[in-house]
């Protein structure tokens, strides 16, 4: 929670959250489980990097989210982050639109969206900063994805 909160003022994920929260989960599992705990949170951690990573490298998101991702995968493990991936996604779909609409820009998010996915499927990567322009609204805080997706994967269980 507290990473989204800091989200949603800077539009960052600060890497003095990330780590330890990270690190907490590896020894927690591993602690609780033995190696095999330890190996099913770095599993989780290995899906979350799988699952965010493409997003991250068309840069979509940003590396604050992916660590985020990686350290709700080292807590949930493997299986559940399957699930908190796909209820982030969309959820991070909703929150998009939503957001686009209320800062009156969806016509801008949707070509900014089509750009991506054609550059994408061209096999281009853009360099940093030429996925949209600087305003506040062009890009929404994520971390509140991450953590709506991590808690529904706890609910469904």
Same mark, same amino acid.
């Given at each position: 929670?507290l !990473?989204?909160?800091?989200?949603?003022?800077?539009?960052?994920?600060?890497?003095?959250?990330?780590?330890?929260?990270?690190?907490a989960?590896?020894?927690?599992?591993?602690?609780?489980?033995?190696?095999?705990?330890?190996?099913?949170?770095?599993?989780?951690?290995?899906? !979350?990097?799988l699952?965010?990573?493409?997003?991250?490298?068309?840069?979509?998101?940003?590396?604050?989210?992916?660590?985020?991702?990686?350290?709700?995968?080292?807590?949930?493990?493997?299986?559940?982050?399957?699930?908190?991936?796909?209820?982030?996604?969309?959820?991070?779909?909703?929150?998009?639109?939503?957001?686009?609409?209320?800062?009156?820009?969806?016509?801008?998010?949707?070509?900014?969206?089509?750009?991506?996915?054609?550059?994408?499927?061209?096999?281009?990567?853009?360099?940093?900063?030429?996925?949209?322009?600087?305003?506040?609204?062009?890009?929404?805080?994520?971390?509140?994805?991450?953590?709506?997706?991590?808690?529904?994967?706890?609910?469904?269980?």
């Amino acid at each position: 929670m507290l !990473a989204s909160a800091i989200d949603i003022h800077s539009r960052r994920v600060p890497n003095w959250l990330v780590f330890p929260f990270l690190a907490a989960g590896i020894v927690t599992r591993a602690a609780t489980g033995g190696v095999a705990g330890a190996g099913l949170s770095l599993a989780g951690m290995g899906v !979350a990097v799988l699952l965010f990573g493409l997003p991250c490298l068309v840069r979509a998101m940003g590396m604050g989210d992916l660590k985020l991702a990686a350290g709700v995968g080292a807590w949930i493990g493997p299986g559940q982050m399957l699930t908190a991936f796909v209820v982030t996604a969309i959820a991070g779909g909703v929150m998009a639109v939503g957001y686009t609409v209320c800062h009156r820009s969806l016509g801008q998010g949707l070509d900014k969206t089509s750009d991506l996915l054609a550059d994408l499927a061209r096999g281009k990567i853009r360099p940093r900063g030429q996925n949209g322009p600087a305003a506040p609204h062009a890009s929404i805080p994520y971390a509140p994805a991450i953590a709506f997706g991590a808690l529904f994967s706890f609910l469904a269980r």
